[in-house]
């Protein structure tokens, strides 16, 4: 081995460590401000300052975008590990926040956007770097979304004594739930969490099928937004799993619409800035599968 790949393989080595040190210690921060701080939206905001702070000293340290993909792994999967692990486990040094989850979605979402926003500052300067970073990113995010998907659609839910409840009548659900806040009866957080779990959960979702499948004809993409929210709760029903609600498929959809739009919305401001879309490639007039 000649002493310029000796030289190399140092310097990777050194990038590696600081990644590592770095994402350790802004992770340790994270959960020390959890800790003081009992979770909640301030603690929330905290966390999202840490890991912009993290996100610049990588970049700034290592002179790469796509080592940013390597320093949100480990923020992300403690996270995202805690908020699954304290509402069944006891743990006095950790207090259970229903906001717990929402700082292992940030810590993948600053890094992103900063690199999002470094790109468009830079223009086309910065697109090789930022397709590595996406590519990488956007492999995790994957496993993680699709992961969460199947587990909260089929293996968090009871199993119905006398057959599966189902409602048909459309926004029913969601009325009730806005009726009872305007009494006082539940908290708004409710309504928060019902929206979380069905629109917010489904844009990305929406996002992606524009992204891979922006190719083929435009009912065929919004036949598939509509495919798999009717799919889940299909088999919902004939499982006896939990609930068949209409709503569910309803507010499912809208998200997925929703990230369908703002795919549209993102690549052609990608377009102003940099003058390709956003995955690099250049402007031309089949990249939606029609002729513009």
């Not at 190399?8 to 003081?36: D, P």
């Not at 919004?222 to 088999?235: D, H, R, S, T």
Request: with cysteine; aromatic share 16%; glycine share 8%.
């Amino acid at each position: 081995m000649n002493r310029r790949n000796v030289l190399g393989n140092r310097i990777e080595e050194s990038k590696t460590f600081w990644v590592i040190l770095i994402s350790i210690l802004i992770t340790g921060i994270q959960f020390a401000v959890y800790h003081f701080v009992s979770g909640g939206w301030f603690g929330i905001l905290l966390a999202v300052v840490c890991m912009l702070v993290g996100s610049v000293l990588v970049h700034f340290i290592t002179k790469e975008q796509e080592e940013l993909a390597g320093y949100l792994l480990v923020p992300c999967v403690f996270s995202g590990s805690m908020g699954l692990l304290l509402p069944h486990a006891e743990i006095p040094f950790f207090p259970e926040s229903e906001t717990a989850l929402l700082g292992c979605l940030f810590s993948f979402l600053v890094p992103v956007l900063y690199s999002v926003i470094y790109t468009l500052a830079n223009g086309t300067s910065e697109l090789a770097g930022f397709a590595k970073f996406y590519l990488r990113a956007t492999v995790f995010f994957y496993v993680v979304y699709f992961g969460l998907m199947v587990y909260g659609a089929f293996f968090n839910q009871i199993v119905a004594e006398n057959g599966n409840y189902t409602q048909w009548i459309p926004f029913a659900t969601f009325a009730a739930l806005v009726d009872g806040v305007m009494k006082d009866a539940i908290s708004i957080w409710r309504v928060t969490e019902f929206l979380l779990n069905r629109v917010v959960f489904f844009l990305p979702y929406g996002f992606f099928v524009a992204m891979l499948c922006r190719k083929l004809h435009g009912v065929i993409r919004i036949l598939l937004l509509v495919i798999l929210p009717v799919l889940l709760e299909a088999v919902q029903l004939a499982f006896h799993w939990g609930t068949c609600d209409v709503d569910d498929v309803l507010f499912r959809i809208i998200g997925g619409l929703l990230g369908f739009i703002g795919f549209l919305a993102f690549d052609a401001l990608f377009q102003r800035f940099t003058a390709r879309h956003f995955d690099g490639s250049e402007i031309n007039r089949d990249y939606y599968g029609r002729k513009i």
